[in-house]
């Protein structure tokens, strides 16, 4: 069974930075897409940043020019950079990844979430 697991959440004053890292193990032939989302108190699920494989990289209107994300390959891992946090970016931040492993195919795979609390 592939897992993710996050790292890195946390709190921090408005204006500061944050890093998170998310990464998957498990029997894993091939991760397509792998991305973050975010979850603020009684709002759904959004979009933060996504990066593909080939390395196209997609933002959230929220996060572009604040926020970049980046992949390890060869460790199964993705990094979400936050720069000049806001209060509004106060959310559980979910690493996804699309995976496809030896066992059982395609699937799009969560992690369990970390708290990012940014501060005013």
């Known amino acids: 069974q592939v897992q993710l697991v996050e790292s890195g959440g946390g709190l921090v004053q408005a204006g500061g930075s944050l890093s998170l890292s998310c990464a998957a193990s498990?029997?894993?032939?091939?991760?397509?897409?792998m991305g973050w989302y975010r979850q603020a108190p009684g709002k759904q699920r959004e979009l933060v940043a996504t990066?593909?494989?080939?390395?196209?990289?997609n933002y959230a209107d929220s996060a572009k020019g604040r926020f970049t994300i980046s992949r390890d390959g060869a460790k199964n891992t993705v990094y979400l950079q936050m720069n000049s946090l806001k209060a509004e970016d106060t959310a559980v931040y979910y690493c996804?990844?699309?995976?496809?492993?030896?066992?059982?195919?395609?699937?799009?795979?969560w992690g369990q979430g970390t708290q990012v609390t940014v501060s005013s």
């Open positions: 990066e593909t494989r080939g390395g196209n990289r």
């Open positions: 996804k990844g699309s995976v496809t492993d030896w066992d059982y195919g395609a699937n799009d795979y």
């Open positions: 498990g029997n894993i032939k091939r991760i397509d897409v």
